[in-house]
C-alpha cells in the first residue's frame, strides 16, 4: 500500500484571484522539482513503471511552461519567479493548461501502472479545477472501484458528482434555481422564492457531500484535496440547516440526484444528508491500494484531450510492469503534432467561458489527429506566439494570443 504524500499548501497552482486582470505571479517556477504540490498530493516517480523517465519528462514540461510564461506572458525580465507578473490572464491561463497537459502526458506516458491511484486522480481533477478552457477528465477518470493500485477514497467519482450538481450553466443546482425563476415570473413561488432558491443550493451541496460519505465513508475529508469543492461549509450554516429540514431534494421543483457510490451502505443509499444527519468523519488518510496496471489499459500508444480542439499522444515508454520494475522497452515515448482544430477562449467580466455542454466534463480519451492549438482571442494586442514543446513523449503545436477579451 503506498501513502500518499501530503505536500505543503503554499504550494498550490492556483491563479491568485486577489491579483485578478492586475497581475498574475508565477507560481509555475517554483514548481521545477518533479515532487511538486497539486492540492495536498505530490505526483512522485516513486512506483512509476520508468521512474527516469517520469523525473527527466516532468522536468522538462515544467521547465518548459515556466519558460514561455516567463517569455510571453510577463512584464520585465522576470529573473525572480516571487517577482514575476503579467496583467495578461489569458497568457497566464493557456500556460497553465499547457503546463497540465504536459504533466499528464508524463504520467500516462512514464507512470500508467499507477493511473488509478491518488496522485494521478488528483492530478487530472486539478487540471479540470485550474485550466478554465477544460471540457475533459483526463482518461482513467474516475478510476474503476477495486482496479490494481486504486485510491482508498475515489476521488474522481467524488469530483463527478461535484460537477454534476454544480457546474456553472449546466448542473442540477443551476437547473434548480431556473425552476425557481419560473415560478417566481408566474408568481408561483410567493413569498418564499428566496427560500426556494437557497433550498437548490443547499440541495446541491448536500448531495455532493453525501456522495462523499457514501463513497468514502472511513476517509478523513481533511486529507481530500477536493473536499472543500462539495459544499460542505454550506451545508453545515444555519441556512442550509433550516433549508433541508423537511425538504425531499429529489422532488419538484429540485429535482436533484445522488451517487451512491461503488462502496454505498444501503441503509442510507439515496440519504440527502444535513447538519444534523451527517456520519461521523473517517479518520482514515489517503493512500494507494497494493498492485498497479501491468501492462497500459488502451494499449501503448494513447490519444487523449483536455480541452477541445487539441489531441494529445501518450506513447508509453515501457510497456509492461511487474510490481518492481520495468520488464520491458516498448515504444520510443515520441510522438508528434501538427496544428489540427482550434479552441476559442473567451473571457467574460472576470471569468473564462467554457463550452462544456449539458453532461459537463466527460471522461476518457479521445481518437483523433495528433497535435493541437488553443487559441485565446484578444481584444487590444494580436501578437501571436508559436510555442512548440517537444518532451520525451509529445510534441505539442500551441498557438497564443497576447491580449485580454471582454465579449
Not at 520508468?50 to 512584464?75: I, M, Q, V
Not at 501502472?113 to 475533459?136: F, K, S, W
Request: glycine letters at 8%.
Amino acid at each position: 500500500m503506498l501513502n500518499c504524500r501530503r505536500s505543503p499548501s503554499n504550494s498550490l497552482i492556483t491563479l491568485d484571484s486577489k491579483k485578478m486582470f492586475t497581475k498574475y505571479i508565477l507560481l509555475l517556477a517554483l514548481l521545477n522539482h518533479v515532487s511538486i504540490s497539486l492540492g495536498q498530493l505530490a505526483m512522485t516517480s516513486e512506483g512509476c513503471a520508468d521512474p527516469s523517465g517520469f523525473d527527466s519528462c516532468w522536468t522538462a514540461a515544467t521547465n518548459e511552461a515556466t519558460s514561455l510564461f516567463a517569455k510571453y506572458c510577463t512584464t520585465g525580465e522576470c529573473t525572480d519567479e516571487n517577482n514575476c507578473y503579467t496583467p495578461d490572464a489569458v497568457c497566464a491561463e493557456t500556460t497553465t493548461c499547457i503546463a497540465y497537459t504536459q504533466w499528464i502526458n508524463c504520467a500516462l506516458s512514464t507512470c500508467w501502472n499507477r493511473v488509478y491511484g491518488c496522485e494521478y486522480q488528483n492530478l487530472a481533477i486539478n487540471a479540470v479545477e485550474n485550466c478554465p478552457i477544460a471540457t475533459e477528465l483526463a482518461p482513467y477518470v474516475p478510476a474503476p472501484h477495486d482496479g490494481p493500485g486504486y485510491c482508498s477514497c475515489n476521488m474522481g467519482y467524488v469530483y463527478l458528482a461535484h460537477l454534476n450538481e454544480n457546474r456553472a450553466g449546466a448542473g442540477e443546482t443551476y437547473r434548480c434555481n431556473n425552476n425557481i425563476a419560473a415560478l417566481q415570473a408566474e408568481n408561483k413561488c410567493e413569498p418564499n422564492c428566496i427560500q426556494e432558491s437557497q433550498t437548490c443550493n443547499c440541495c446541491g451541496a448536500s448531495s455532493a457531500v453525501s456522495t462523499f460519505f457514501n463513497s468514502c465513508p472511513t476517509t478523513d475529508p481533511s486529507q481530500v484535496p477536493i473536499f472543500p469543492l462539495l459544499g460542505y461549509s454550506s451545508l453545515l450554516s444555519s441556512t442550509c440547516s433550516s433549508a433541508l429540514s423537511g425538504t425531499n431534494c429529489t422532488a419538484l421543483p429540485y429535482n436533484f440526484t445522488i451517487s451512491p457510490g461503488p462502496t454505498y451502505d444501503p441503509s442510507i443509499q439515496n440519504t440527502f444528508f444535513d447538519a444534523a444527519t451527517l456520519p461521523k468523519n473517517g479518520s482514515d488518510p489517503l493512500s494507494d491500494n497494493a498492485g498497479g496496471l501491468s501492462t497500459p489499459v488502451s494499449g501503448v500508444v494513447l490519444t487523449w484531450s483536455l480541452y477541445k480542439g487539441t489531441q494529445v499522444v501518450a506513447s508509453a515508454s515501457v510497456t509492461t510492469w511487474d510490481g518492481a520494475a520495468a520488464a520491458s522497452s516498448g515504444a520510443s515515448g515520441s510522438a508528434s503534432g501538427g496544428a489540427s482544430g482550434s479552441s476559442v477562449v473567451s473571457s467574460k467580466a472576470g471569468s473564462s467561458t467554457t463550452s462544456a455542454g449539458s453532461g459537463g466534463v466527460s471522461s476518457g480519451a479521445t481518437a483523433a489527429s495528433t497535435g493541437a492549438t488553443a487559441t485565446a482571442t484578444a481584444k487590444s494586442g494580436s501578437m501571436r506566439v508559436m510555442a512548440s514543446f517537444e518532451g520525451n513523449s509529445v510534441k505539442l503545436l500551441v498557438s497564443l494570443v497576447v491580449g485580454l477579451v471582454f465579449l
